[in-house]
């Protein structure tokens, strides 16, 4: 009779636990279903998006190649546009807006429209690596096509270091001070890109030191 009471006793406590733990646990219990199934219902719908913007970028790469499509450039504005609408947070959205600004430069001769679609690109790329560094080449080509060349020279001032693009980025700046008419620093520039260039002296830009009265020994 004894370990029956126990028993009774021991049902009876956990019945009482249950009413005051009971809807407490339960609540627990469904919030960590829910964050877990959340979870994965997270990164199923990142791993899709990753894919459809994957599918998209491919699309505007075999746009972009097709020189023989009438509509080429606007189904490269078209999906380049959308990858920056609907997968603003993908790299492929960041190349997308590359490839237009390169298009709307060569192709349209709209440097003004390829400066807004570089600008959107630098905001989302960040200011570090090689990628900042090409966006921000892009960008001050851009404005020096528009004559916005105090922009140009703004954008080139403000890279940090720049590494392996140093005389890039200085041939480029002597380029604009060229044509703001200031030859003495242009030449500077020029020389100073000459001295960064580890790939050798390059003709195109020993030809602009000639110009500038700079012979090729010097």
Do not use: C
């Not at 009471?5 to 249950?18: C, L, M, P």
């Amino acid at each position: 009779m004894a370990e029956m009471r126990t028993e009774e006793e021991t049902v009876q406590a956990i019945k009482d636990w249950w009413k005051k733990n009971g809807s407490s646990l339960l609540i627990g219990v469904g919030a960590a279903l829910a964050i877990v199934f959340g979870w994965q219902a997270w990164q199923n719908h990142q791993m899709q998006q990753r894919t459809e913007a994957a599918s998209q970028f491919a699309e505007l790469i075999n746009a972009y190649s097709d020189e023989t499509d009438e509509n080429r450039a606007d189904t490269v504005a078209y999906v380049a546009e959308n990858l920056r609408e609907e997968y603003s947070d993908s790299a492929f959205a960041i190349y997308g807006m590359l490839m237009l600004a390169r298009q709307q430069v060569m192709d349209q001769g709209d440097p003004e429209g390829a400066i807004e679609s570089l600008t959107w690109a630098q905001e989302k790329a960040g200011e570090s690596g090689a990628l900042a560094m090409v966006i921000r080449n892009r960008l001050a080509r851009a404005q020096f096509a528009a004559e916005q060349y105090e922009d140009a020279l703004a954008t080139i001032e403000g890279t940090g270091n720049t590494g392996s693009f140093g005389a890039i980025f200085t041939e480029l700046k002597g380029d604009i001070l060229l044509a703001q008419g200031n030859r003495e620093g242009a030449r500077e520039a020029y020389l100073a890109a000459r001295e960064m260039n580890q790939q050798g002296r390059s003709g195109i830009l020993e030809l602009k030191l000639s110009d500038l009265g700079v012979e090729e020994g010097a």
